[in-house]
């Protein structure tokens, strides 16, 4: 569940002479993060806008599921989609625990699964019931608000979520804890998120794939690893900062290129990172260590090897090269 595609998707606004979105088209699967990367006003928040209907297409298609979202009613798509904008867009009347309940209201929850509920997505973005509960939006920092917009966007155990640049606002240290936290999120809901930004950096940190755009269409949509190392264009090469491989390396998670570990392969005793490290530490580990390659484990289990070579390819190969 959560799977979707655009269909030669298109928006022209009737003021415009240019169309904001242009011919998208483009599969995102149950389950994976997209960031849609770009430079601002190059379409994002239009193409993101299209998926829960704020907008609707002039022409074109969105399926979710396999389903024509034109054909679903849209109270009932925008239940199925978690919608999380700047500034967490919280109801300031409201206190925390009323923001949360909001989708399970009106999906005409009981009462007591409601409360429940209010508990359980507080806890799960790492704030405590009693001291945040009975909070107005004003009585929160601005980190605090976007882990409550993330909590009320989940309350419904929505499929999807969409998220506009949600830490746009928010200082560097909270933003990156921030965005730890939808890392593991995800990885304990399994939810596709298409997440809008215009940071390269966080995009490469969060993105199974990068959808980039420039001018309302779609230039690439690759993996972190392969805009990096083969970007599409010269735009997409300038805006990945690709030149700036030692910094991008500090970005990419291992786990981005490890490779299968070979059959006969009885794992020595070489030092050992886990896949959500990253290729710069991974880099340092090897000199440091003198190690040819670097065992890759998950929860005490080997998923994978990485080798100096294949760090070296990636910082001095195709990744140095203008297309
Ligand atoms: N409601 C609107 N009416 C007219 N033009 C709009 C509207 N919303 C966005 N645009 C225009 O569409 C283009 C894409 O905007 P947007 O999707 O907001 O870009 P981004 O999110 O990438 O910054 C811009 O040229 C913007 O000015
Ligand atoms: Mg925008």
Redesign the pocket.
């Known amino acids: 569940m959560g799977d979707l595609q655009f269909e030669e998707v298109s928006l022209r ?1 009737p ?2 002479s240019r169309p ?1 979105v242009h011919h998208v088209t483009g599969q995102i699967h149950s389950g994976e993060v997209v960031v849609i990367l ?1 430079p ?8 993101l806008k299209m998926v829960n209907r704020l907008y609707e297409p002039t022409s074109g298609q969105i399926f979710l599921d396999g389903v024509n979202i034109q054909k679903l009613k849209v109270t009932r798509l925008r239940q199925q989609i978690g919608y999380v904008i700047q500034q967490a867009g919280l109801f300031p009347h409201m206190t925390v625990a009323a923001n949360i309940a909001v989708v399970p209201r009106l999906l005409g929850w009981p009462k007591p699964q409601i409360q429940a509920r209010i508990d359980e997505m507080l806890d799960l973005v790492r704030l405590s019931p009693g001291e945040f509960r009975h909070r107005y939006p004003a009585q929160l920092s601005g980190g605090q608000q976007q882990r409550v917009g993330i909590a009320r966007a989940l309350a419904g155990n929505p499929t999807m979520l969409l998220m506009d640049e949600p830490f746009g606002a928010i200082d560097g240290i909270t933003r990156t804890a921030l965005q730890d936290e939808i890392l593991r999120l995800q990885r304990q809901l399994k939810k596709t998120i298409l997440f ?1 930004s215009h940071d390269v950096e966080e995009a490469l940190r969060l993105a199974d794939r990068i959808l980039v ?1 420039r001018q ?1 269409e779609v230039v690439q949509f690759d993996s972190p690893l392969t805009l990096l190392t083969q970007p599409a264009d010269e735009f997409v090469y300038t805006l990945l900062g690709a030149d700036d491989m030692v910094r991008q390396l500090g970005v990419l998670p291992v786990s981005a290129a490890m490779t299968a570990i070979p059959p006969e392969d009885h794992n020595g005793a070489r030092p050992t990172l886990s896949p959500q490290d990253n290729l710069r530490e991974a880099l340092s580990l090897i000199l440091r260590t003198g190690a040819p390659a670097l065992t890759i484990s998950q929860a005490g289990q080997p998923v994978g090897l990485l080798t100096l070579e294949r760090i070296r390819k990636l910082a001095v190969g195709k990744g140095g090269t203008p297309p």
């Open positions: 606004f003021s415009e904001a770009g601002s006003g190059c379409g994002k928040t239009t193409l809008v755009m309302g």
